[in-house]
């Protein structure tokens, strides 16, 4: 009965054996798999910058908005620029590319 069990064992090993399509398949299923694993952690990744990203947005505009509470420390061009950023970065884009075409219909 043992010696069945070897012999159909040693056959299973020589088919895998003789058989290199079933080895490239599996590295082919291995590879898809890390394949999957990297692209999730690229996503995951690309998601956490996304929030670093808004969130330096966001505490830019607090210290913009700090620089214009003590806006009396600062040089009066500092100013006006920090003021032209914070219009920029509050404006939607929308509203700017219409305010630029009600421009260009004026001129």
Known sequence: MEE???EK?????????NNPDADLQ???VLLSEEYNKVVSQA???AQKLN???IFNAFKRLEFLF?????QDNFHTTFVDAVVDEIENTITLKEQVEKTEETKDEEA
């Open 43 to 45: 996503q995951a990744l």
């Open 26 to 28: 599996k590295k082919l």
């Open 9 to 17: 064992m040693k056959v299973v090993k020589n088919k895998e054996v």
């Open 4 to 6: 069945k069990k070897n």
């Open 66 to 70: 700090k620089v214009l509470e003590y």
């Open 51 to 53: 929030e670093v990203q």
